[in-house]
């Protein structure tokens, strides 16, 4: 199954580091790029395991942050479109394919 991830994920991604190295320090930057990496791994080795927000669309929340990434799964990918703080518009990139 491959993974692929929405060509948007780098500049969500990018923010919030940005954010996190800003406001807190790198230390924190790099605490959260590596739980994301963890979650991406997480998501592509079992992508039924996080549950369904919609018909097709599932949401996994990091654990030590207030973020989650919103992805789909077919037989033969994972689609990774979102990466959003929790509190974000809840129709934020939704309109991601």
Do not use: K, W
Not at 36 to 53: D, G, S, T
Request: glycine residues 4%.
């Amino acid at each position: 199954m491959g993974l692929v991830l929405h060509r948007l994920i780098q500049r969500d991604l990018r923010s919030v580091l940005t954010y996190y190295r800003g406001e807190v320090g790198p230390e924190l930057a790099l605490r959260f790029y590596a739980e994301f990496e963890q979650l991406v791994a997480e998501v592509a080795a079992n992508p039924r395991r996080f549950h369904l927000v919609s018909e097709t669309l599932r949401r996994a929340n990091f654990r030590r942050f207030p973020y989650h990434l919103l992805y789909r799964a077919t037989d033969s990918d994972v689609r990774i479109l979102v990466l959003r703080h929790q509190r974000r518009d809840p129709s934020f990139g939704l309109e991601r394919r």
